[in-house]
């Protein structure tokens, strides 16, 4: 096959292969095309996207590292910093749904403790397909599995996360996973290779042929079943990978680390030139001195292969002996395969030959960079919504309609994933997995960490700026809601083929939104990922920014959660109910034309209402909070009612219109004792905030005035067996 063909056949452009000629004055070899066409793939260059990305804020006063290293970390004070981030394992869990997602926790995983974190928590973000469908159930299946074999094997708490069901995701699941590690700010190690003549080692599992051009399929786009190319899949093992762990934190305790990094995406590829390219040095690495699974590996399959549970280290030749007696304790590989060298190179050798030579800029920083057409979708012009008038015409059934949407898949318990889970594992889990957000204390400290993952893809595919801004203000609701201060996020911006210019106005729309409503609530994005090509048979998925946040609490003993507690206490509505309706979950079960606008968010006002709730939870007794999101303020209320231990029911004075299900936003249900509700109020209208009590706690019915009254029992029946079913 001459050079151009390979080229195509790894993913490359024929403008792209060209250039690169152009650049090397000659024509690369096939194991140098196999190395660049995968750091130009769209999952390690991030040539479409990277252009909208610089808008980000990612700066801020707990900001420690920013984009760009294997996590962010931010500082939470007494020396201590949390390292996170959210990444995607898309088409590998379409292909194979167990090993797509189990591998996909392994890789987060990895991206914290090679920063020198113990990890101390796991989220998930999970997109899939019409539920009815055979093949969602085998990929649900699947992707539930892989996450659960995987982090219950490590020992780590699958404490957050979300799930939804929508046709666009038939043929493209979305596997979003999420860690978060704690370290002292002095104990942050990063991808350098610094210092010429210094050893690099690999460490960790051998080197096997699975998982090979694995980048290469994520920045692909799937038109037939030939395209289900399982060998790019990598195959995970949670038990190597907690001996990676306790080996990297027990080495981490030695002097003269110079760099470490996770052999992720394009694996030994491109950990070896990032580290040569951030520190400004070249890095030599001869392949017959790694560990192998397979003794017929070729060169271009050990530069591609993306098995898991390994890492690059470079340290000074004073801790070599260390290094090994650290590794053989824990039964893993630590071999010296090659040295940090002056020269700007990317030199591999393979029986004495020099099988790669290439400047290591032509891998990093001299990736193509595309400012790709932009179109805006005549869908997304002359806005409609439901006036007053309008809704004061349709015609429904409360309790039906409360029934429904209890039921509906997109609201109903989602007990069913997280019991597979093991959130309970460290003992340090405030706050499981099924309130507005899951708090993790920190030991040793009264401090709590809150975390929570939100993204409505209704609303962005209306508009996908303001659904990009409610998935953040959404994500601060979830934190405020549960006693915490907003931090910082990281994201997963999930899209569909970014040669489409309708798809490239999708993102830098999503962009703009994002950005800012993190400015608007001071929460940085500190890391992140773009999986673009998530389009399947030309379907593309609805734009799916994911975001997930990270909060502090001072006081563990603030945490909160959305569960009614007290017969008597009153329940109160903090913000304003609108008509909010388009991309709502009520809408499908009535006979409405489609409305093409999203819920309106007043960023500023927005904040003004999380900083009131912020601090009566700090004034005043408050038992339960919970923000309204999708179902609106009915369901928000039943919501309240179903607590784990103690289902209690609840007696509401409000008005019986649809207004009862809009998904408005900036929007809070609080309970608190009969003798704070004065002072509450009082506090309210000083800070120019509307509260009002909507009803009280108490009984064994949901009930509103003569609308309705139904036992507290049926509904939690249909709520939680609606994901079963």
């Known amino acids: 096959m001459d050079s151009l063909s390979f080229a195509l056949e790894n993913g490359l452009t024929k403008e792209e292969f060209k250039l690169i000629v152009s650049k090397l004055k000659r024509e690369p070899n096939e194991n140098e095309i196999g190395v660049i066409a995968a750091m130009w793939s769209e999952h390690c260059s991030y040539k479409s996207s990277k252009f909208y990305l610089k808008k980000l804020p990612t700066k801020g006063k707990c900001v420690i590292q920013g984009p760009g290293e294997n996590a962010g970390v931010i500082d939470i004070g007494d020396n201590q910093c949390l390292v996170f981030k959210i990444e995607s394992h898309n088409h590998p869990s379409f292909i194979e749904p167990y090993q797509g997602a189990a591998t996909g926790v392994g890789g987060i995983l990895r991206d914290i403790f090679t920063m020198g974190a113990r990890p101390i928590a796991l989220m998930n973000s999970l997109r899939f397909g019409n539920p009815r469908k055979k093949d969602t159930k085998r990929i649900v299946n699947g992707v539930v599995s892989g996450i659960a074999g995987y982090g219950n094997c490590m020992g780590i708490p699958t404490i957050g996360g979300e799930v939804y069901f929508d046709d666009c995701y038939n043929g493209n699941p979305l596997v979003n996973a999420f860690a978060i590690g704690i370290t ?34 994520a920045s692909d786009i799937f038109e037939s079943e030939e395209d289900l190319d399982r060998p790019t899949v990598q195959i995970g093992d949670p038990f190597k990978e907690k001996l990676l762990l306790e080996a990297c934190l027990e080495m981490f305790k030695l002097k003269g680390i110079v760099g470490i990094q996770d052999m992720g995406a394009a694996g030994l590829t491109s950990s070896a030139s990032e580290m040569a390219s951030r520190s400004n040095n070249g ?19 050990m530069l591609l292969s993306e098995s898991q549970e390994r890492m690059l280290l470079v340290l000074n030749n004073k801790n070599n002996n260390k290094i090994k007696t650290i590794f053989r304790k824990w039964n893993l590989d630590s071999n010296k395969i090659g040295e940090v060298i002056k020269e700007k190179k990317f030199i591999i050798k393979s029986n004495k030959k020099i099988v790669v030579n290439l400047p290591v800029s032509i891998l990093t920083d001299d990736c193509p960079m595309y400012k790709r057409k932009i179109k805006k979708p005549k869908s997304a012009n002359n806005l409609k919504f439901l006036t007053l008038k309008e809704i004061a015409k349709i015609k429904f059934n409360t309790e039906d309609l409360l029934k429904k949407l209890l039921k509906d898949e997109n609201i109903c318990s989602r007990e069913w994933v997280y019991r597979q889970f093991d959130y309970m594992v460290g003992t340090n889990t405030l706050i499981r997995p099924g309130s507005d957000a899951s708090v993790i204390r920190i030991k040793g400290t009264k401090k709590a960490v809150a975390l929570t993952t939100n993204c409505n893809s209704n609303y962005c595919e209306l508009n996908p700026s303001i659904g990009a801004s409610i998935a953040v203000a959404e994500s601060t609701r979830n934190i405020i809601a549960s ?23 999708q993102f830098s729309e999503a962009i703009d939104g994002l950005s800012r409503s993190s400015r608007t609530f001071k929460t940085p994005v500190v890391s992140g990922n773009v999986s673009l090509y998530n389009e399947t048979y030309n379907k593309a998925i609805k734009p799916t920014p994911t975001i ?23 329940i109160i509505l903090i913000g304003n109910i609108k008509s909010d309706f388009g991309g709502s979950q009520v809408i499908k079960y009535l006979n409405i034309k489609r409305i093409n606008r999203p819920p309106l968010i007043n960023l500023k006002e927005h904040e003004k209402i999380n900083t009131f709730i912020y601090k009566i939870i700090r004034k005043f007794k408050i038992n339960s909070v919970h923000d ?3 179902g609106g303020l ?7 009612c179903f607590a784990p231990e103690n289902k209690i029911g609840a007696k509401l004075n409000i008005k019986n219109d649809l207004t009862l299900f809009a998904e408005s936003q900036g929007c809070y249900i609080v309970s608190a004792p009969k003798n704070e509700i004065k002072r509450i109020k009082t506090f309210g209208t000083k800070n120019n905030i509307n509260v009002k009590v909507i009803g009280e706690v108490g009984g064994d019915s949901l009930n509103i005035n003569e609308a309705l009254n139904i036992k507290i029992d049926a509904l939690y029946k249909i709520w939680n067996g609606g994901f079963p079913k």
Not at 191 to 209: E, H, I, M, Q, R
């Open 628 to 630: 309204i999101s999708e």
């Open 184 to 217: 002292k700010k002095d104990k942050i190690f990063k991808g350098l290779a610094d210092g010429p003549g210094n050893p690099v080692f690999y460490l960790g599992a051998k080197t096997g042929k699975d998982g090979v051009k694995g980048a290469i399929m």
């Open 483 to 505: 006693g915490g201060k907003p931090l910082a996020i990281t994201n997963c911006l999930n899209f569909g083929n970014p040669e489409k210019p309708e798809i490239m106005w």
């Open 634 to 640: 009915l369901v928000a209320v039943a919501e309240s």
């Open 548 to 570: 997930s946040m990270v909060g502090i609490l001072e006081n563990y003993s603030l945490a909160k959660n959305q569960w009614f507690k007290e017969s008597g206490d009153q």
């Open 283 to 301: 890095i030599t690495i001869d392949l017959d001195k790694i560990p192998k699974r397979d003794s017929s590996i070729t060169p271009y399959e």
